[in-house]
């Protein structure tokens, strides 16, 4: 499982409350990712990082940022949750390969349930 | 914008059955790779080809990766009723190894 854990890995917040999910790797990756996952979409990359202080959006950012202080942290910051962000959440790193040709390795998840 | 988009979105097969699903993508690819999510868990890498492979296999799975219609197939043989998941293809564009793209999966059922 690559050593990624998510935390938390439930939880309920009410519309307008701020959320952070955090994302914990202990293999010193240097690229993590945070996804979303939702019926008939698939998985979504909302942000990734490829370095301490180095992120980049990806395809649904809106509505969301992160940071990246430790390499073995990445935290996602729901700055004012809504209900179209009720979601599963995964964090992912890139690990092994070549250039040009990487796999990643994903969390277990967490349920985010904003009412 | 999605960039593979797999088929079929769901399968129903019987135990010991082959399953083959397919994904299409849009743009030139560095590579393609297939991944398993069982009910409530993270995706789990199951095998990637190379943009300059046309086949290759890994247990019970086949790949297969056609560049010039810009399709791949995953074959599962002699399906296990651990097989039931979804499957999605993610690609990895030309020049951008930074990150890959995931379709939005079909779902296996092995009927006992």
């Known amino acids: 499982d690559a050593g990624i854990t998510q935390s938390p890995r439930h939880k309920v917040t009410e519309t307008g409350t701020p959320v952070t999910l955090r994302c914990h790797q202990t293999?010193?990756?240097?690229?993590m990712y945070w996804y979303r996952q939702d019926p008939g979409h698939g998985l979504r990359l909302i942000h990734y990082s490829y370095g301490v202080k180095d992120t980049d959006k990806g395809e649904v950012s809106d509505g969301y940022s992160v940071s990246r202080s430790k390499t073995e942290d990445f935290l996602l910051t729901l700055e004012s949750a809504t209900s179209s962000q009720t979601s599963v959440y995964f964090c992912?790193?890139?690990?092994?390969?070549?250039?040009?040709?990487?796999?990643?390795?994903f969390g277990p998840g967490t349920r985010l349930t904003v009412t | 914008s999605q960039q593979g988009e797999e088929d079929p979105q769901a399968l129903s097969i019987q135990e010991g059955e082959n399953a083959t699903m397919n994904c299409s993508y849009k743009?030139?690819?560095?590579?393609l790779q297939w991944y398993r999510q069982n009910s409530g868990r993270g995706l789990v890498h199951l095998i990637l080809i190379r943009s300059n492979e046309r086949e290759k296999h890994s247990g019970r799975l086949r790949v297969t990766l056609d560049t010039s219609k810009k399709s791949s197939s995953l074959l599962i043989t002699a399906s296990r009723a651990a097989d039931t998941a979804s499957y999605f293809c993610a690609t990895g564009l030309m020049n951008r190894d930074d990150k890959i793209i995931f379709g939005k999966g079909t779902r296996l059922h092995i009927l006992p």
């Open positions: 992912a790193i890139r690990r092994g390969g070549t250039q040009g040709a990487y796999e990643q390795y």
């Open positions: 743009t030139s690819i560095n590579n």
């Open positions: 293999e010193n990756h240097r690229y």
